[in-house]
């Protein structure tokens, strides 16, 4: 160990930047320090090499040092500016629905304008956290109350069902849900695969639940309202034929994504869940065959060439629910997580 002190001391001591590269800037140190390499041993061989990265790298060190703790500062102040954006944002929009009592008509223009303005995956996230801390305050026994996984199904099912059912936002609602989970997760070890098999059930029920509703909207919704359907027909059809492949797929990407411990437990839940995934695939087949049944050719050009019907108030009405319908999400979301509070905090007592 004397040694490879003395190897230490003397390269520092002979390494200087008046050289203009690194190579002259070694070959000087190593000759100036009378080292013969060929003499070394592999421990004063790891002691040379970390010495001449040390002092070569030194300057280099700091600026890196300087920059990431730069960086987490601009991060924080992002995080905390969007934040504020966010809020000022409600504020504004609260205002102007709940203090200036404008008619039904002005209403529905906010609302439109709002769910142009607000990042509605935010208000998602908020929504999951809100319930997934909320049971685990309230948990009874040891054991997360199925509750949980009622509550995952509601907000689910009120994120997807009044917008199109095409994979990316499908995927991008379940994602979300997912992720949040997966974050309280980390944070709650013991309680990590009950909090997973809880939300990915939940998703799951809500994904059913959403098609479902989608089959019988489409089923009964006025001529004019499937047009809007028909524009994404293909599609829908192709979604439709995979989404136990889209829900197996969320969940190894975000399984991906996270620590070893979760990875594990997520690719374990997904093993467990591929046999328990048909009424998924009954109720999507079955929406696939309502859509070309109700959809066939004749149909879908007869009514691309209604222009006039497209004018017609059913169809404004339906493009209008379409527009509003996060708004009409958020405040049902919160109902439901309400209502979960009250059943368990009446379990409580």
């Known amino acids: 160990m004397d040694t490879n002190t003395t190897l230490e001391e003397k390269i520092k001591n002979a390494y200087s930047h008046k050289f203009k590269s690194i190579s002259k800037r070694v070959v000087n140190a190593v000759n100036k320090s009378d080292i013969d390499l060929d ?30 703790a730069q960086k987490e500062s601009i991060e924080r102040a992002l995080e905390k500016k969007a934040d504020e954006l966010q809020e000022a944002k409600y504020e504004i929009f609260n205002v102007l629905e709940e203090e200036l009592h404008p008619s039904e008509k ?17 208000i998602l996230s908020e929504m999951v956290e809100s319930a997934l801390i909320t049971a685990l ?7 997360l109350d199925e509750t949980l996984r009622e509550v995952i199904k509601e907000i689910t099912f009120e994120a997807i069902k009044e917008g199109s059912l095409n ?14 989970a997966i974050e309280i997760a980390e944070a709650t070890p013991t309680k990590a695969d009950e909090i997973l098999r809880l939300t990915l059930k939940g998703m799951r029920g809500g994904l059913i639940k959403s098609i479902d509703r989608f089959k019988q909207r489409v089923a009964y919704m006025p001529v004019e309202a499937k047009h809007i359907l028909i524009e994404d027909y293909d599609t829908i059809i192709e979604d439709l034929n995979q989404t136990d492949t889209l829900f197996s797929q969320i969940i190894l990407t975000q399984a991906s994504e996270s620590s070893q411990i979760l990875r594990k437990i997520l690719l ?19 929406t696939a065959d309502v859509i070309r049944e109700r ?7 007869a009514v ?9 108030p059913k169809a404004k009405e339906a493009k209008r629910m379409g527009v ?20 368990i905090e009446k379990k409580d007592k």
């Open 137 to 143: 305050e309230k948990e009874q026994d040891g054991e």
């Open 324 to 343: 509003q319908a996060m708004e009409a999400a958020r405040i049902a979301l919160g109902s439901a997580i309400k209502s979960a509070k009250d059943v």
């Open 295 to 301: 959809f066939s050719n004749f149909a879908k050009l």
């Open 106 to 122: 002005t209403l529905a223009l906010l609302h439109q304008v709002k769910l142009q303005s607000i990042d509605l995956y935010d």
């Open 167 to 180: 994979t990316i936002r499908v995927r991008k609602i379940l994602s979300t849900i997912l992720a949040i």
């Open 39 to 68: 003499e070394l041993s592999a421990d004063e061989v790891r002691a040379l090499t970390s010495t001449l990265v040390q002092e070569e790298t030194k300057a280099l060190q700091t600026e890196v040092e300087k920059l990431l």
């Open 304 to 312: 691309k060439k209604a222009d006039v019907a497209l004018q017609s």
């Open 268 to 286: 374990e839940i997904n093993k467990d869940m591929r046999y328990d995934l048909e009424e998924l695939v009954l109720i999507s087949k079955e």
